[in-house]
């Protein structure tokens, strides 16, 4: 069996012959950047091959990489199956310094009002004139005698009692008591609030006692290895049990990673962790809880279910208290999940009295719109050009991005994260990218390059060089070989055009026709809310620019941060808010948008760079 | 490391050298007898090694083999520990025919009125026009909304709706579906109702559309291996955790075994039980559920609860249905347990008139007593006497095992179960004996044997060889060892005379006690209620000549079966009496005799064999 070793990580694992590389660096536990679950398409599972014979590329290798990068032992590792022992470098992983986000970014504050109540007693000790089982004699004490208690509770109880001088304390959630611990430890209440992203797991420890937000953690959701999107996953999932045990396994596994940093981070003890809330897409939802998603995927979009799950953390494998219970909120249709009734929590938009649309991007685009006390949610394949995807030099918001594009003076500054050099290009990147070539005026309003050739005059000396044929299209080029990370030109194309383009068109459309169902105009939008880390980062004039947004005053479009991912926090912190989030699923009313022919019509409207007709 | 093969049974294992053949025994998953928990103090773990040189005997075997037995290679299994191969020979296990009892032999009849429900249901396939989830379809079909599912269940749900035409049965158990299966399934709802005796489970299939029991089951309870008595187990779990856990997965086992041949007696599907109930000893009832039974040996003897637990099957790792509930009834008190509950509710005696006694005697012995709608009971310790331990020769009431015994026209008739060739005393024989000899003067009211030297006058000639000298004082030659099965003298000894008189008089105590509580006077008894397998096959004269029970009317004596048994049974197939099992321990009184002068006042004159004074 051949050995494959992984540099620098230095990680080594010996695998059957014939097994593919990707999933070789997967069992090894090493990520890989993808996009297209191994089929090819992307060009992104670079690694190099060291010390070994150049191998015959294949057809993809031959698109994806140059003759240079072939020559340096560079190959897809979707493409290569293992036969001998060989060292593969992989490049250091981008999302190894995420850009940080914002905490409870939104427009709501946390408050203290955990579900775990905690009561200290000491009880008297048992006499043959009191008999009493040291059950009753804790729940008399406690004063609740009908409480429940968790088996694994009972099972230490009468050893507990005697070991602590019959002083303990309870931790009570519902109707049941969840601990018994030695003495008092009432101050001591913690809680895990997660945010499922489909291509970032983030986790916050909370005090449950103040309310207060004590480490924060994040990492890639590992599930990226079975594909990018949603339905590459649900693919998968749906191919076998084992499949959906292996998502399943690895976003637990992944979130068990971030609770260990946490408590790491804080020392808090493991079983003081009671309580883990989660918001996620309503995929995220169902591969975390290890439920069939498979029709989820063709219309109708049916999910299993949407109500809130609330299991215990033993069952899921999560490493809290045991008996801790673990929440996914609730989701509100097959692509409106719980990260939207994040969103909705953390900017009040349950309660609030304006009329106000948020937007979320992640993967997907969801929609809100709150108006005249009603709800309104939808959500649109905005794909995943935002994060990075679909883009020819994508990639996630994270070091080296090119992040911002200005055009002044007749010449584009760009901006990376980090300050770092440039090695691809981040969502607001590429909004701020096309806002500046839209300015200097070489995209046409239909989303095509100038053709420097045909209309030399539109396209200024400077750029007659970086504005180039490419394999589709011209395409143009934001950072030369030299002063790039890698050593290759980055570029933006004609491809990465159009991708925006059905992008931001359906975003758009989206929002008209949540306002046409409120019989709302654009311009009674009192507000537009731009939640998650993208919306944190793009900028407003960029984006009325290319018709992202309908054109309202900048003040009027507002960041709130990551909404969802703060919305499990309160929901977390508080019942009340959980309470709230658990009446959403009925009371938001869902649009579905794809077989709407009026959405289709906008849509195409929208795809253009003009300001659309409103 | 030397192997061990077992015969008749066939069974080989290799152990570590040094592992005692009592363990090697258990370990190979055989039972070998025995009461002392491998202390050598029983001498009922005989097994002959054969094709081995004569071991040189401990002390114990030195007490209870004969040279004739060492010269054979009989050895007691609790004395030996391996250091080479050996094969040993298993006497025939003598539980193999247990003596059968009867269903249902209490006052009580079974009713139908399951606590799973079960609904057949036919749903609207999912359309664009109706994105409802699978779950929300599921519960708007069954009319119940608010239902919770089973995370199991609901993570198939997506695949079984629509492999099956979305034609569906849901089994309901509270607010919470345990079960969705393909078609209409409601006519299969089935539940396991046990009986986990100290030294015998016993397992009954209901179908609990009809109430009515489909096939029973019965097993040693391999917890024996550590000691016969509930004291032993305690002393082994509260050792360490992992002791407990030995206990607790020996009985679970033994559980899974009678499931596994109550199914095949049936053909019944696993996946159709949803239900099962338990009785038993409060120690057997924490053993179970595997919780902490230590503070039970020791006064005040103070149990960890008291209530009914219900757990899921699946935690428990009972093969039923996984979500299926497991119901261990509530005890009363740290030696009255769910076995008097099963008692209470099999007699009626939480809701008759008349004032009425119930006698459960099994490894102890618990009385109750039902008088002017007062509920009173307590416990004894009656000791394991009448299930054949500490008695020379007892023995289960297996095959066998003499059983009665008559003195008539001055010669003794005896009987064996199954008339199979006597090879021990089982506990109805016993008192038989006991009472027999007391006919023919041979036993002194004081429990003496008559001294045939110094009265030769009192024991008639035919009985002056079998009146002989033992060890400790006479001992009567009940058969001889040219009728034995194993070719010894089956005998009665002075200190088996004294075991019984220990046991009768603290129950006959127990029950003066409680008739004291209630300011009754024995003759107002209208019955007392025999329970037990013992109480079903014990001969009333005999059990009154002894003095075992007060001097009433033989047709006041009735024997009910086991109750216990029947009880859970009740329990399981009603969910009207579960509920009155649930009230008990609040409503039954429970008097704590081992403090109370009183009770040793009586105790002490009861052990006489003169019908005592009342």
């Not at 010996?14 to 679950?37: F, R, S």
């Not at 929609?367 to 006390?373: E, I, P, R």
């Not at 090119?402 to 770092?420: A, H, N």
């Not at 290759?488 to 194309?493: A, Y």
Request: net charge negative; aromatic share 4%; proline share 4%.
């Amino acid at each position: 069996m051949p050995k494959v070793k992984f540099t620098p990580q230095n990680k080594e694992i010996q695998v059957e012959t014939g097994t593919n590389l990707l999933k070789a660096a997967d069992q090894a536990g090493l990520y890989i950047e993808g996009d297209c679950a191994g089929r090819g398409t992307c060009g992104k599972c670079r690694v190099r091959i060291t010390g070994d014979e150049r191998a015959e590329p294949t057809t993809a290798e031959k698109k994806h990489l140059s003759e240079k990068d072939l020559d340096n032992g560079w190959v897809l590792a979707c493409q290569r199956t293992l036969d001998r022992d060989i060292v593969v470098e992989v490049p250091i992983q981008k999302d190894a310094h995420l850009r940080k986000t914002t905490l409870a970014g939104g427009v709501e504050e946390l408050t203290a009002e955990p579900m775990v109540e905690k009561i200290a007693v000491k009880l008297d000790r048992p006499a043959v004139k009191d008999q009493r089982a040291d059950l009753e004699r804790l729940l008399d004490n406690l004063e609740r005698p009908d409480l429940d208690i968790e088996l694994r509770e009972l099972a230490g109880l009468p050893a507990l009692l005697r070991k602590n001088s019959f002083a303990v304390t309870a931790a009570i959630t519902g109707s049941r008591i969840i601990s018994v611990e030695a003495g008092d430890t009432t101050d001591q209440i913690y809680g895990v609030a997660f945010d499922i992203g489909t291509t970032t797991i983030m986790g916050s420890l909370l005090d449950l006692k103040t309310a207060s937000v004590v480490a924060v953690a994040a990492t890639t959701n590992p599930q990226n290895a079975y594909g990018a999107d949603v339905i590459s996953r649900i693919t998968h999932a749906s191919e076998s049990r084992e499949n959906l045990k292996q998502l399943q396994d690895k976003v637990i596994e992944a979130a068990n990673m971030l609770i260990k940093d946490l408590l790491k981070q804080t020392r808090v003890a493991r079983d003081r962790v009671y309580e883990v809330t989660a918001v996620g897409n309503t995929t995220m939802s169902h591969l975390f809880m290890g439920i069939d998603p498979t029709y989820l995927a063709p219309a109708p979009f049916v999910p299993a279910y949407r109500r809130a799950l609330e299991v215990e953390a033993a069952r899921l494998g999560l490493r809290i208290n045991p008996a801790g219970r673990v929440t996914f909120l609730p989701n509100i249709a097959g692509y409106v999940g719980s990260d939207t009734v994040g969103v909705i929590l953390a900017t009040d938009m349950d309660r609030r009295k304006d009329n106000c649309a948020a937007i979320d991007i992640g993967t997907n685009g969801e929609l809100v719109l709150a108006a005249n006390g009603r709800l309104m949610a939808c959500s649109t394949a905005a794909g995943p050009a935002f994060e990075g995807a679909q883009i020819k030099h994508g990639m996630r918001a994270a070091g080296g991005a090119l992040e911002s594009c200005d055009y002044i003076d007749g010449e584009f500054k760009m901006g990376t994260i980090d300050d770092l050099p440039a090695c691809g290009i981040c969502g607001s990147g590429l909004i701020d990218a096309a806002a500046a070539l839209l300015d200097a005026g070489l995209i046409e309003p239909s989303g095509r390059f100038v053709n420097p050739e045909e209309n030399p005059e539109k396209v200024p000396e400077q750029f007659r060089e970086r504005l180039r044929p490419g394999r589709n299209g011209f395409e143009f080029v934001l950072v030369s070989a030299g002063d790039s990370a890698n050593g290759d030109d980055i570029v933006l194309t004609q491809g990465d055009l159009r991708e925006l383009q059905l992008a931001k068109g359906a975003i758009y459309a989206g929002l008209m026709i949540l306002l046409k169902e409120a019989e709302l105009s654009e311009d009674q939008l009192d507000c537009i809310l731009l939640a998650g880390a993208f919306g944190n980062y793009v900028r407003k004039e960029s984006a009325l620019t290319i018709g992202l947004l309908p054109q309202l005053p900048p003040e009027k479009i507002i960041a709130v941060g990551n909404a969802a991912g703060d919305g499990s926090k309160l929901a977390l912190a508080s019942k009340t808010v959980r309470e709230r989030a658990m009446a959403l699923p009925d009371r938001v009313e869902h649009l579905e948008l794809s077989t709407r022919s009026d959405f289709q019509d906008i849509f195409i409207d929208a795809m253009a760079f003009q300001k659309p007709k409103s």
